[in-house]
Nanobody, 121 residues
Framework: QVQLVESGGGLVQPGGSLRLSCAGSGSILSINDMAWYRQAPGKQRELVAAITRGGDTNYADSVKGRFTISRDNTENTVYLQMNSLKPEDTAVYYC???????????????WGQGTQVTVSS
């Protein structure tokens, strides 16, 4: 069994910062790409940032220069540092990872349960 568990969401004022974490656990052999998505009320889920196992990154235009994605391969963890937060960043943030399971050797996408980020004064 494989799980992704996010933490670090909450309420923050505009201009503030938050750091999200997502840790993989269970029968993980390896993790390839990892990413953060978000979904605001009434909107489709969108890619926020992604990172390859080797550390190459890409970002949505709306968060470039404000958000930073990073990962710790030894801990099966991905982070999202969010600075200069705006009200339009309010959403549920989901972790995504392409994981190969130990013993099964099947590679597929897994999702975390989501963590709420609210930017409001």
């Amino acid at each position: 069994q494989v799980q992704l568990v996010e933490s670090g969401g909450g309420l923050v004022q505009p201009g503030g910062s938050l750091r999200l974490s997502c840790a993989g656990s269970g029968s993980i052999l390896s993790i390839n790409d990892m990413a953060w998505y978000r979904q605001a009320p009434g909107k489709q889920r969108e890619l926020v940032a992604a990172i390859t196992r080797g550390g190459d990154t890409n970002y949505a235009d709306s968060v470039k220069g404000r958000f930073t994605i990073s990962r710790d391969n030894t801990e099966n963890t991905v982070y999202l540092q969010m600075n200069s937060l705006k009200p339009e960043d309010t959403a549920v943030y989901y972790c995504n990872a392409e994981i190969t399971r130990r013993f099964f050797f099947d590679r597929r996408d897994y999702w975390g349960q989501g963590t709420q980020v609210t930017v409001s004064s």
